[in-house]
């Protein structure tokens, strides 16, 4: 149900813009994040945002990097500017979407992870 994209090789102070879409008969998409999990190291917060766009980052990556969401195409979106190679990580998109199959279920998703990695 999320599928992300825009994940690849890049030089330290590079850009790259990933993005997450969300399919099925989504009645609402709630918070979404961003998450990233480096060898070795724990799954971490980098990013969320809220139904109505209210936002939380990671000290790691305030002032670099941006999310944002459409709630009309059920798209979810980190810019990421000025990157570091401590940075490189896979990049998973996470949401709590409610469906509508019969009745309303809300459940909360991962997608598949897209790697960033990150060069000196």
């Known amino acids: 149900q999320l599928v992300e994209s825009g994940g690849g090789l890049v030089q330290a102070g590079g850009s790259l813009r990933l993005s997450c879409a969300a399919s099925?008969?989504?009645?609402?998409?709630?918070?979404m994040g961003w998450y990233r999990q480096a060898p070795g190291k724990q799954r971490e917060l980098v990013a969320s945002i809220t139904v109505d766009s209210r936002t939380v980052y990671a000290d790691s990556v305030k002032g670099r990097f941006t999310i944002s969401r459409d709630n009309a195409k059920a798209l979810l979106y980190l810019q990421m500017n000025s990157l570091k190679p401590e940075d490189t990580a896979v990049y998973y998109c996470?949401?709590?979407?409610?469906?509508?199959?019969?009745?309303?279920?809300?459940?909360?998703?991962w997608g598949q992870g897209t790697q960033v990695t990150v060069s000196s």
């Open positions: 996470n949401a709590d979407i409610t469906y509508y199959r019969g009745g309303y279920y809300t459940e909360n998703y």
């Open positions: 099925g008969t989504i009645f609402r998409i709630n918070t």
